[in-house]
C-alpha cells in the first residue's frame, strides 16, 4: 500500500511542478538592459540584456540578439539590392522617421524566402555566439510601405522567422506591432517600447504574462509603468538614443 501511494505522490509531484519559470518569473528577471546603443558592462542587479547582433551577450546572464530584420541597418550594405521594396519609380522605400533605414520588400513568398536566408544566417550567427533569444525589429514596417506591403506579408515573413530562431534553439520577440497575434504567429516573448504611453500594455501581457520586457523613455511613463506592472515584468527608463554610459543624455532607471 505505502509503494502505491509514493507512486501515486511523485506523479501528483511531476504534474504539478512549475514548467517555463512560472513559479520564479521569466528567464530574464525584471532588471533587462536595453543596450542597444552598444555593449557595457551590466550594473549591479541586472538580470538580463538586449543587445546589437554585433555585439557578444552578456556572460552569466541571459541575452538577447537585436536583428533589424524587416529593414536596413543604416550604413549597411549586407541586403542585395533587389530585396529592397521600391515604388513604381524604382525609389527605394526609405522609413519616415528612421533616415537611412529602408524595408525590405517581402511581397512575395520567393523574396521572403530570399530575406528568410538573409536574415535567418544573422539569427544563426547570434545563436553561434551564445545569445539565448532574438528580438527581430521593424515587424511593423508593412504600416509604412504606402501600402506595398500587407499585415499578411509581415505573418508571414515573422512565420519564416519563428521557423528559423526555434531550429536554432532560440526564444524569439513580438517587438511593437501590437495590432498583430504574435502568440499565435509562434513568437515566445514580447519586447515593446512606449506601451504606456501608446496604451498598449495589456496587449502583450495578455498573450504572453510575465513574458515582457518594455522600455519607456519618459519619467512619467515609467513611473505609471512600475505602479501598474513592475512587480511582474522587465521595465526599464531609457533615453531615445539607448546610448552607453557617460554619453551626454544616457538614462536608464528600473522599476526595482
Not at 2 to 20: E, F, K, M, Q
Request: some cysteine; proline content about 5%.
Amino acid at each position: 500500500m505505502r509503494g502505491w501511494l509514493l507512486v501515486v505522490l511523485l506523479v501528483l509531484t511531476a504534474c504539478s511542478a512549475p514548467t517555463d519559470g512560472d513559479a520564479d518569473g521569466p528567464p530574464w528577471g525584471l532588471r533587462v538592459d536595453y543596450q542597444l546603443g552598444g555593449a557595457y558592462e551590466p550594473a549591479d542587479g541586472v538580470t538580463g540584456v538586449v543587445r546589437d547582433r554585433t555585439d557578444p551577450p552578456a556572460p552569466g546572464l541571459w541575452s538577447a540578439c537585436y536583428v533589424n530584420a524587416f529593414q536596413t541597418q543604416p550604413g549597411s550594405d549586407e541586403v542585395p539590392g533587389d530585396l529592397l521594396l521600391r515604388t513604381a519609380d524604382g525609389e527605394r522605400v526609405e522609413d519616415p522617421d528612421w533616415p537611412g533605414e529602408f524595408l525590405l520588400d517581402i511581397s512575395t513568398p520567393q523574396l521572403r524566402d530570399r530575406v528568410a536566408a538573409l536574415v535567418g544566417s544573422w539569427v544563426d550567427g547570434c545563436a553561434d555566439d551564445g545569445f539565448d533569444a532574438v528580438e527581430p525589429d521593424n515587424l511593423d514596417s508593412w504600416t509604412r510601405s504606402g501600402g506595398l506591403l500587407t499585415r499578411a506579408d509581415a505573418e508571414a515573413m515573422t512565420r519564416l522567422l519563428v521557423d528559423r530562431a526555434h531550429a536554432a534553439g532560440l526564444d524569439i520577440a513580438q517587438k511593437n506591432a501590437a495590432e498583430l497575434d504574435g502568440a499565435a504567429l509562434g513568437l515566445d516573448y514580447a519586447v515593446t517600447e512606449q506601451c504606456q504611453v501608446y496604451d498598449e500594455c495589456d496587449v502583450y501581457t495578455d498573450a504572453y504574462g510575465d513574458r515582457v520586457i518594455e522600455v519607456e523613455y519618459t519619467d512619467d511613463a515609467f513611473e505609471e509603468a512600475c505602479a501598474a506592472r513592475g512587480d511582474r515584468v522587465a521595465v526599464q527608463r531609457r533615453d531615445l538614443d539607448v546610448s552607453v554610459p557617460g554619453s551626454e543624455g544616457y538614462t536608464s532607471r528600473f522599476c526595482s
